[in-house]
């Protein structure tokens, strides 16, 4: 039977009728039910970012669902499941379609918790988000050390950040560069929002201690002026690049005040670690309103004219993908 897909071709997207046997080889099937446009995605579908490896290829790094056929013995018909990362949507045909075809190992279980709905409200960017938390928690960061600042706040993992970290029960200084999400940022459970300029970040190798740890979705001098800043003992969680990739730093933070950069890496996650993440969505780390992170749901149809937006900086929150709506 056909279906729909927003498909990319070196030339561009659009959205065209695929049949099964068009999809990227698995052993199980699913019926799309939610996605939602994450940074990468939208690189991918303007093709402003060299995200994809191969043409034509189903855009969306994530997606949610019910298993309609499959020959893994873990799943049967009916199951409610996710995928993110492991290359869908990137080297493998992705979530912005009506059907998605995986090769089982790929798939976590929908925890009870969340629906299909709730789980792509979080995405790949709130996966993103907790995975940053769990490894700093892990790596012993406790709400005592002091304020977490979450930069790129306003985007898709920084809001869910802000979320998350007031739930656990951090003081969270978001800073974003558009002040006009600031009640967006308090309703989320942001203590302060602020600019980055209102920072003051100094430009000694060490300054005055202002954080216990940082969630950065920015990168570039941002992260680099945040460093300096940062607890003895505390974390820092690079996640983005949305203010660029590069970075001029001094080693000062981590051998002076043993403060430990972590790399966050939602795509290749290993596998027990995804899922245990999944699952604490779900369940202890579930975070209530969570209707309140969605800008917008849009159809598959609306993807296309979506992306350019949240490339420009004019979209916050997270754009969540209904697979089956086209208008
Ligand atoms: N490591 C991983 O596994 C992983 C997973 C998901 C995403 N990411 C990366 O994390 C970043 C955020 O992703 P997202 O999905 O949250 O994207 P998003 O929804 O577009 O959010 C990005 C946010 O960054 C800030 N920003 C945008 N352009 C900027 C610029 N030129 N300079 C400084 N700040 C800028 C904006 O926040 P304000 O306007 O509030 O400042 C924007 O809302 C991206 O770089 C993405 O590639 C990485």
Known sequence: ????ACRVYDDGARLESLELADLCPGNVVIRAEYSGINYKDALAVTGRGKILRRFPLNAGIDVAGTVESSDDPRYRVGDAVLVNGMGLGENHDGGFAQTVRV?????VPLSAGLSSLDAMTLGTAGFTAALAVQRMEVNGQVP?????????ASGGVGSVAVALLAKLGYEVIAVSGRP???EYLRALGAARVLTPEQLE???????SVKFGGVVDNVGGSLLAGLLRHVQLWGNVASIGMAGGHGYEASVFPHI???????GISSANCPMPLRT???????????????AALRQRVLGLDEIIA?????LDRQSHGRLVVDCQKVA
Do not use: N, Y
């Open 276 to 290: 245990a993440v999944w699952q604490r969505l779900g369940a202890d780390w579930k975070l209530d309103g969570l």
């Open 201 to 207: 970040l100094g430009g000694r190798p060490l300054e």
């Open 144 to 152: 005592a050390m002091g304020p977490i600042a979450v930069t790129g």
């Open 180 to 182: 006009e999400h600031g």
């Open 103 to 107: 090769p089982g190992d790929w798939i």
């Open 306 to 310: 979506a992306c350019p937006a949240l």
């Open 1 to 4: 039977m056909s279906f729909l």
């Open 256 to 262: 002076l005040r043993g403060v430990s950069l972590l």
